[in-house]
């Protein structure tokens, strides 16, 4: 069983960075892959990035060049850096762990605004 807690979502202008945690409690994190989904109001959750156990990265097309995903296994946390935010980055974004089962946190909310 994995927990996962998500924190550092809030208000930023167009332009800005804010950078995404996600704590996990639980045993063997180093052996999940991690991810950072969003969903949008009236839209279909849409993958930001994954990284593998091994450290292999995905990002989804809209955020490629502009987020950078990374995770610490000592502290059982997984990292979204994000600049460089667009008022379409707005969105829930949700913390996953993927092995042989999948978990998800409650979410936490970033708001691109002027």
């Known amino acids: 069983q994995v927990q996962l807690v998500e924190s550092g979502g809030g208000l930023v202008q167009p332009g800005g960075s804010l950078r995404l945690s996600c704590a996990a409690s639980?045993?063997?994190?180093?052996?999940?892959?991690m991810g950072w989904h969003r969903q949008a109001p009236g839209n279909q959750r849409e993958l930001v990035a994954s990284?593998?156990?091994?450290?292999?990265?995905n990002y989804g097309d809209a955020v490629k060049g502009r987020f950078t995903i990374s995770r610490d296994n000592a502290k059982k946390t997984v990292y979204l850096q994000m600049n460089s935010l667009k008022p379409e980055d707005t969105a829930v974004y949700y913390c996953?762990?993927?092995?042989?089962?999948?978990?998800w946190g409650q979410g936490t909310q970033v708001t691109v605004s002027s």
């Open positions: 639980g045993s063997f994190f180093s052996f999940y892959t």
């Open positions: 996953n762990a993927k092995r042989s089962s999948e978990y």
């Open positions: 990284i593998s156990s091994s450290g292999s990265r």
